[in-house]
């Protein structure tokens, strides 16, 4: 069944959070520059989310949460809806598979879609996605597009598109089969190719990446990486329009980012016309004290003291895993160490007092420490598949490997809870004679695991600050496969890079159940990450807001922004 943007979903962690805080208390103030609209209804929605980049493609905009942010504003075939699986956006596009010797999709965007500069969608927009995703363009070996992920898009052979048109058929290489195809130019992901071409000056997109033109290429892929870059204060409006129900109106420290109506959107009209995002990072408390936030979505625990008079909040178990990312170099260069820290670390007594919720779904999704890297709590095969976990169930300060080891723990601060984690793994692991440094810093990437700046990340599903997780585990087997720009910690391992591209291809269960136990015996041994719990999210509407619907996923709550409504 497809979830409404309503407000009503089906399943058994269905949870409807109603809020407690009055129409008039929703309202803030308008932001600079937008004196026509202020008489606007507006909504506060704080996230723990950064606003980094509109491109939620790219390995900082998938690790800052851009996808969280702009889902509503930058639209795709689908969407991830609140309880992680993927819902068809026909006001989008169709997408549907089609008979043919290799796997096709046929696309076929909507006649009415235009982007809020007037610039109609059009299947260039995939060919564009399709060829930043793909990993096949490279120059002296490296990737010219810094993508977070290649899954899917790498298997795509071909895309048969006439410029301009609103159709397009997605072939994939003979052979191969990709079963969840529909992640794949999804919201956040579809990025506007006549930006790009405005801004580099190549005119044919699509016959340079046909050609393989790498000169163009080149341009293009930088423009990708970077031209999308958000800083506040210092927006070029040409280059952020919209696809979707909102549009970015402006963006400043004191201000927050808005976003308005989009009044060239062509499906239903948002029910409130003014949205304000308080990204990680904003004084959470003074912003709920001044009646500037209606809708909150962070991790558990992250924001000491809040006053949440006022508010009905929840705390319900997230799609993303929280966990340590581990270095495949430097000090962890060798699996041993890896292992040490592994044992040291007490993930039992970390879920009882970090990670549990008070109340625990029947299906079992944070019902328990995590026991699996790439496989959700609730699967049909967690159970049997996750074995090895055993072996780090209990805390072994004996395990070799760990003498005179010194971890730098980074994750993005302020978050008490993740620096809670790391005093509590610290004052385990001395005993093993491991010193764990507390590397968190408020302008923390992940990236910097990569740099060498730190040893490992605190962070969620593919080293995510905020928001992470789907049903599709495509994000957390993709963080973990060989050059993807997710893998922050370098891991490389053939076999269970082929592993992957079976569970992608093959969905009998039998299959299935063979795969992932063998994947997660793989990384159980050699340890590229340690899984902790299911991340809490803490979630709360006030009242006066309908349609409010939890989504403790890569979405974010904001999944369905533009249905939020205030009553009178």
């Known amino acids: 069944m497809r979830p409404s943007r309503r407000g009503h979903r089906p399943g058994i962690r269905a949870r409807r959070v109603v809020a407690a805080l009055s129409a008039a208390t929703l309202a803030v103030g308008l932001a600079a520059g937008c004196s026509s609209e202020s008489q606007v209804p507006s909504i506060g929605y704080a996230t723990d989310a950064v606003i980094a980049t509109y491109n939620g493609g790219t390995t900082i905009g998938w690790a800052s949460g851009s996808p969280a942010l702009f889902g509503r504003v930058l639209t795709g075939f689908f969407y991830t809806g609140p309880d992680g699986q993927q819902v068809a956006d026909t006001d989008v596009g169709t997408a549907k598979e089609v008979p043919g010797e290799a796997q096709t999709i046929q696309y076929r965007l909507s006649p009415d879609g235009v982007y809020s500069d007037g610039i109609a969608t059009s299947c260039d927009d995939l060919v564009f996605t399709w060829a930043a995703r793909s990993g096949r363009f490279t120059r002296d070996g490296a990737p010219l597009f810094d993508s977070a992920s290649t899954a899917g898009y790498e298997e795509i052979e071909r895309i048969d598109c006439e410029p301009g048109s609103k159709d397009a058929t997605v072939v994939f290489r003979p052979g191969r089969r990709y079963v969840p195809w529909r992640t794949l130019f999804a919201a956040g992901e579809l990025m506007p190719a006549h930006v790009a071409t405005q801004a580099t000056g190549v005119t044919n997109l699509i016959g340079a990446v046909r050609s393989g033109e790498l000169v163009a290429l080149g341009k293009l892929a930088d423009f990708w990486n970077t031209g999308w ?94 966990q340590l990312v581990l270095a495949t170099g430097g000090v962890f260069a060798g699996v041993q160490p890896r292992r040490a820290l592994a044992a040291c670390v007490p993930r039992q007594a970390l879920f009882d007092t970090l990670g549990s919720v008070p109340e625990r779904p029947e299906r079992g999704l944070g019902s328990g420490m995590l026991n699996a890297h790439i496989i959700q709590q609730d699967s049909l095969f967690y159970g049997a598949a996750t074995g090895a976990a055993q072996q780090y169930a209990a805390v072994n300060p004996a395990a070799p490997g760990g003498a005179n080891l010194t971890v730098r723990i980074g994750y993005r601060t302020p978050d008490d809870r993740r620096a809670a984690t790391v005093r509590a793994i610290a004052d385990s692991c001395r005993a093993a004679g491991i010193t764990v440094v507390d590397a968190g810093a408020p302008d923390f990437q992940p990236t910097r695991l990569a740099e060498g700046a730190v040893d490992a990340v605190l962070a969620g599903t593919a080293a995510a600050v905020g928001p992470a997780g789907s049903t599709t585990e495509v994000a957390a087997v993709s963080a973990l496969r060989t050059g993807n720009g997710s893998n922050v910690g370098r891991f490389g391992n053939g076999r269970f890079d082929a592993i992957t591209d079976q569970l992608a291809a093959d969905d009998a269960s039998a299959a299935q159940l063979g795969l992932l136990t063998e994947a997660e015996n793989l990384l159980w041994s050699e340890l590229p990450s340690i899984p902790l719990f299911a991340t809490p999210r803490l979630i709360a509407f006030g009242t006066g807001l309908q349609n409010g619907v939890a989504g403790p996923t890569q979405a974010g709550t904001g999944w369905n922004m533009d249905r939020w409504r205030l009553t009178r």
């Open 229 to 322: 870059t958000m800083t506040p204060g210092a927006l070029d409006a040409s280059r952020f329009p919209s696809a979707g129900p909102y549009r970015i109106g402006s963006y400043s420290e004191s201000e927050g980012l808005v976003l308005v109506a989009n009044e060239r959107w062509w499906g239903a009209k948002p029910e409130t016309g003014r949205i304000v995002l308080w990204p990680k990072g904003t004084d959470l408390a003074e912003k709920i004290g001044a009646n500037a936030v209606g809708v909150i979505d962070i991790g558990a625990g992250s924001v000491p003291e809040l006053s949440l008079d006022g508010f009905s909040a929840s705390t319900v178990p997230g799609r993303g895993a929280e």
